[in-house]
């Protein structure tokens, strides 16, 4: 269900279903900015943690789906151990990955992959990447 409020959408659907999967009430965050802080992935993402938490907040589906941040995630924790309010963040960036996944979405498409590009990547990241980035 999404609604309309001053002109943009509110993704409701969206907010309940990261909430459902995660466990975590991400209405928690304050944005500190701890998280983007701390965040050890930080030059590689296009929106901060704090970032991906104000768009959840505000039901912001088009500009989270824009995001590469929760694909880039290294689920390291960081950002949960630093966070003042003890918000699980990796836990809600799993829970995003998990709703576009579940609309047979791909962010990699395994079959696409060239021999070359792959031949010196370990076999455990490979079964690690595939985990977390196709359903």
């Keep these: 269900m999404a609604i309309r409020i001053t002109g943009r959408t509110v993704d409701i659907a969206l907010q309940q279903r990261v909430r459902d999967i995660s466990g975590e009430n991400f209405f ?14 930080f030059g590689h993402i296009t929106a901060t943690p704090r970032l991906i938490m104000a768009l959840l907040q505000a039901g912001n589906r088009e500009a989270l789906e ?3 941040t929760p694909w880039v995630c290294a689920s390291c924790h960081t950002c949960m151990v630093r966070c003042p309010r003890g918000l699980d963040i990796t836990k809600i960036m799993e829970a995003m990955r998990q709703v576009t996944l579940r609309q047979n979405v791909n962010h990699i498409e395994p079959s696409n992959l060239q021999p070359e590009e ?13 985990r977390k980035l196709t359903g």
């Excluded at 792959?118 to 595939?130: E, R, T």
Aim: charged share 10%; net charge positive; glycine share 10%.
């Design 118 to 130: 792959i031949i010196d990547l370990p076999q455990i990241a490979m079964v690690s990447g595939f």
């Design 28 to 41: 928690k965050c304050y944005q500190c900015g701890t998280c983007a802080g701390s965040c050890p992935m």
């Design 66 to 68: 824009k995001a590469n």
